[in-house]
């Protein structure tokens, strides 16, 4: 047919001829001889032995690994279970229990390591001694960690009355002050004990520090293997961290809470309302002495009362005569202008000598509104001067009722004159006190004593004291509030609220923090602080006799970088921003308003002066300022969020910008 090829059948036929004479299987073709000697030698004497040898793995696993492997994984499933249990107990504040516990998560331990030590052999077996090795490490580790515990609650067990914790101690009878006495005297024989623990503590870093999570995937069985093990890594850095930190302080506590000889401290309280680089405005102080662990008031009163005492004040320095109006001289109350606070307290102190009620003292704690605030959450209403002090949400400010009331009697003018009226702050930390130590140890001083303890890690309160030991194991603690040397990068922002007025009980602020990478390594970091203040002006008209507590917020703000970091660009500061070098940092200095109903915000771009090498993380240590609630931040790289929270007290960050 027309536009039809012809098909030459013949010619397919010959080529399927052709197929079919390619080599069978039968052939002498290299896939032929491989199968042929594979036959070989599996069949006679070779083929025996190796059926042998299979036979001998396929045992050996069986019965050398799996079985024993199982074992080891039950009993290390009984051990987690124990040490769950231990957690559990510890959270609930059970101190018998968890003595109890811990005896028992041991001897399991034991059996587990016994288990783990039947399998000896596969130190010897290539690949399989690496996960032997690691699980006899961290064995190890557990035995450690569990003496170091059972050394911990040993130690506290006869004083869980005293502490508030559930267990029976030794001081069921007597006043609460007598319990306090006998503590305090008796503590100091157990305080060398902390070395034991530091001690095992450091030996489980040792064995934790021999694991590799290298050899792990990072994913098995839906459980992020690799990851757990870097965590693991990271607690138990910290924990050993954290004693060795506490140690100095802990041995030295006897001596702070005046024994065997009586300790005097000036109190002074901070108005973190009113913002200032410590934490807050001066208001009010008090003299407290510690005999045994006994508190007593000697005196409190209005800072502005002590401050009259002083002659011969000396000019202000530029700060507060550039912002802060009518303020010709320094005072006492506006003494604490370096955001460190052993820094400040030097300055302060020196100029507290020459004051007429100056009373020779062994140290000064400051505190602020938030810490009488989580006091008073434990304690309920306290009852001062006539009046009651309670928590509860005041709806003239959003804030709570006894904030209120302190600003009512330091700052509402008023037709009488009520003399030493900031005292009334020094009266109402007595009458905290006082309640706490005429009520049952059990039913307040646990919670008042945990309470304190993140008062003090939220810089609500700040150690300042004479004695250069005690002095060291505060700072070892993060308890004096110092600016603290860093290697890598390091951000702090301090502001003082020069405008008078409780414009920070309403202002919030957001800080983002965005790393931009260059190519050879070179960091040039942007910061953004948006302030916002949404409640309704104040009628701060004083012939009216108003309380004004928000108003415009004049804030003086300093930012702490790395040293020999280079400001690029500035916008949002009312003036012309000046940088130089303070505490071993670089300072860029500015200032703001935020007004009531009204927004801020102030944006930096400056350039880190390091570079990062490849491969390499990021350390970053943030410092909050004292006196500060949670402000938030936002950490960025390229677009990418790194890392989100609210700063509740100093955080240490590993970051991966690329």
Request: with cysteine.
């Amino acid at each position: 047919m027309d536009g039809l090829e012809k098909v030459d059948f013949e010619l397919e036929k010959d080529k399927s001829k052709e197929v079919s004479k390619t080599p069978s299987a039968g052939s002498n073709s290299p896939m032929a001889r491989r199968r042929f000697n594979f036959k070989k030698l599996l069949s006679g004497r070779n083929g025996i032995i190796a059926l042998v040898v299979v036979a001998v793995l396929f045992l050996f696993s069986i019965f050398g690994i799996y079985l024993p492997a199982t074992k080891v994984y039950k009993s290390a499933k009984v051990t987690y279970a124990d040490a769950q249990s231990v957690t559990w107990a510890v959270k609930t504040q059970n101190v018998g229990l968890a003595s109890d516990q811990l005896a028992k998560t041991k001897t399991d331990l034991t059996q587990t390591q016994k288990d783990l030590s039947s399998m000896w052999y596969l130190k010897f077996i290539p690949i399989a001694n690496w996960y032997y090795g690691d699980a006899t490490h961290i064995l190890n580790a557990g035995f450690h960690g569990l003496n170091a515990a059972t050394i911990l609650v040993d130690s506290i067990k006869p004083y869980a009355d005293v502490l508030g914790l559930k267990g029976q101690g030794s001081f069921a009878g007597g006043t609460a002050q007598q319990r306090i006495e006998t503590a305090v005297k008796t503590i100091g024989k157990i305080t060398p004990r902390i070395d034991d623990i530091s001690n095992e503590l450091a030996v489980v870093k040792s064995e934790i520090d021999e694991v590799n999570p290298g050899h792990y995937p990072s994913i098995l069985f839906g459980k992020k293997i690799r990851d757990g093990l870097d965590n693991l890594k990271n607690l138990t850095d910290q924990s050993v961290t954290l004693i060795t930190g506490a140690k100095p302080l802990i041995k030295i506590l006897p001596q702070i809470v005046g024994e065997p000889d009586e300790k005097k401290y000036l109190i002074l309280f901070q108005n973190d309302k009113e913002l200032r680089p410590t934490g807050g405005f001066i208001t009010a102080y008090a003299i407290f002495r510690l005999d045994s662990g006994v508190v007593h008031v000697d005196t409190s009163s209005d800072i502005y009362t002590l401050d009259a005492t002083i002659a011969n004040k000396s000019v202000a320095p530029r700060p507060i005569l550039s912002y802060l109006a009518n303020v010709p001289l320094l005072n006492l109350r506006d003494n604490n202008l370096s955001p460190d606070f052993k820094v400040s307290m030097d300055s302060f102190y020196k100029m507290y000598q020459t004051a007429g009620g100056y009373q020779k003292v062994d140290g000064i704690i400051a505190v602020d509104t938030q810490a009488l605030v989580s006091a008073m959450d434990i304690l309920g209403d306290i009852y001062v001067d006539g009046s009651t002090f309670t928590t509860k949400t005041d709806p003239r400010c959003n804030c709570p009722q006894v904030i209120y009331q302190l600003e009512v009697y330091a700052d509402q003018p008023s037709e009488s004159i009520r003399a030493d009226r900031k005292g009334i702050i020094g009266d109402l930390m007595y009458a905290i006190m006082n309640k706490a130590f005429s009520s049952s140890p059990k039913k307040y001083w646990g919670p008042l004593f945990q309470a304190m303890l993140t008062e003090i890690n939220e810089k609500h309160v700040l150690f300042y004291i004479n004695d250069s030991q005690a002095q060291t194991a505060f700072e070892n603690f993060n308890a004096a509030g110092r600016i603290l040397p860093f290697k890598g990068d390091y951000f702090t922002i301090n502001e003082a609220n020069f405008g008078g007025a409780k414009s920070n009980m309403f202002v919030t602020e957001a800080l983002t923090e965005d790393y931009a990478l260059g190519s050879d390594g070179s960091i040039t970091k942007t910061v953004t602080v948006d302030y916002k203040n949404p409640y309704p002006p104040s009628d701060c008209n004083l012939e009216r006799g108003n309380l004004c507590l928000n108003a415009v917020l004049r804030d003086w703000f300093r930012i702490y970088v790395p040293k020999g970091s280079e400001l690029v660009s500035s916008k949002g500061s009312e003036v012309k921003m000046i940088s130089y070098d303070e505490l071993g940092k670089t300072v860029f200095e500015g200032f703001l308003t935020v007004r009531p109903q009204g927004e801020t915000n102030l944006t930096l771009t400056y350039k880190l002066p390091f570079k990062l090498a490849e491969n390499s993380v990021l350390p970053l240590l943030i410092q909050k300022q004292a006196g500060t609630d949670h402000p938030s931040y936002t950490i960025t790289a390229s677009g990418k969020t790194l890392e989100q929270f609210n700063l509740a007290s100093d955080k240490t960050l590993n970051l991966k910008l690329r």
